[in-house]
Nanobody
């Protein structure tokens, strides 16, 4: 079972990036999928999540700028990040919470997003 995050990079403030998280080894269509981020010296924090039914949650800091989506046919979850700010710089991780679980059971390896001025 593997989650492979990709799409990070260096972008100027105000720019956009789209992160992808491809899952393999099992179907994740019944799972809640989340994107987390961890900035240097800070704890990892939830950025957005999407349930199996498509319900979404966003942290206040990204609301209106980030969009999480999923393509169950491709076993992939996305994070569209627009109007990026310097404070969005972090390593971004995707994770999966399986049905009936109360924690995220599977984690990707992380992808670096760096926003420059």
């Amino acid at each position: 079972v593997q989650l492979q995050a990709s799409g990070g990079g260096l972008v100027q403030a105000g720019g956009s990036l789209r992160l992808s998280c491809a899952a393999s080894g099992r179907s994740f269509s019944s799972d809640t999928m989340g994107w987390f981020r961890q900035a240097p010296g800070k704890e990892r924090a939830l950025v957005a999540r999407i349930s199996s039914s498509g319900s979404t949650y966003y942290a206040d800091s990204v609301k209106g700028r980030f969009t999480i989506s999923r393509d169950n046919a491709k076993n992939t979850v996305y994070l569209q990040m627009n109007s990026l700010k310097l404070e969005d710089t972090a390593v971004y991780y995707c994770a999966a919470m399986t049905l009936f679980s109360t924690q995220y059971d599977y984690w990707g390896q992380g992808t670096q997003v760096t926003v420059s001025s």
